[in-house]
């Protein structure tokens, strides 16, 4: 089956409106969270993002393999810590109270392959993508993807870097 093209102006008015609802959104709940699903049997990981913290000076958050209403805790947790504060450094290991899981921050050196909500909302180019850090988290006994036995496949979590949108 054949689906008509949409026209440029559409198009426009699609992003345009897309715009307002993000704004409207990181108004109300001090950022958006971006949601991308997977498929296991393809070996395609989920992944979620934010759009709003570039507008604070801090690079965006990103969160592979974990998926719906988990990732978007853990991004709107540490989200609110930045925008009470916290200046998030590559290196840093973050703990949460109500999560079972750690999470290094690292950076994202393909940012603009990824964070097309982001880069869309702040009318950035691909040369000039808005920065993220991706929020690596640990496995269930504790181990990060540089340790050694590691228990969560790479396709579910990849390295910065070795994912793209």
């Known amino acids: ?62 969160v592979l393999g ?20 916290a200046d998030l450094v590559p290196g840093q290991v973050l703990e949460f109270a109500d999560w079972g899981h750690r999470v290094s921050v690292e950076t994202v050196p393909n940012p603009a392959q990824i964070l097309f909500a982001a880069n869309a ?10 920065p993220a850090y991706q929020l690596t988290y640990d496995d269930e006994l504790g181990r990060f993807p540089w340790d050694a036995g590691y228990g969560i496949p790479s396709w579910v979590q990849p390295r910065p870097g070795e994912f793209s949108a």
Request: charged residues 20%.
């Open 1 to 62: 089956m054949s689906y008509p093209q949409p026209t440029p102006e559409e198009i426009r008015s699609w992003l345009l409106e897309e715009n307002r609802y993000t704004a409207q959104i990181i108004r109300q709940h001090g950022v958006f969270i971006q949601s991308v699903g997977g498929d296991k049997r393809r070996r395609s990981t989920c992944f979620a993002y934010t759009v709003g913290l570039f507008g604070l000076g801090h690079p965006e958050l990103l």
């Open 121 to 130: 909302y702040y009318q950035r180019p691909d040369e000039a993508s808005v």
């Open 66 to 85: 974990i998926c719906g209403r988990t990732a978007a805790q853990l991004l709107n947790t540490v989200a609110g810590r930045i925008r009470a504060g």
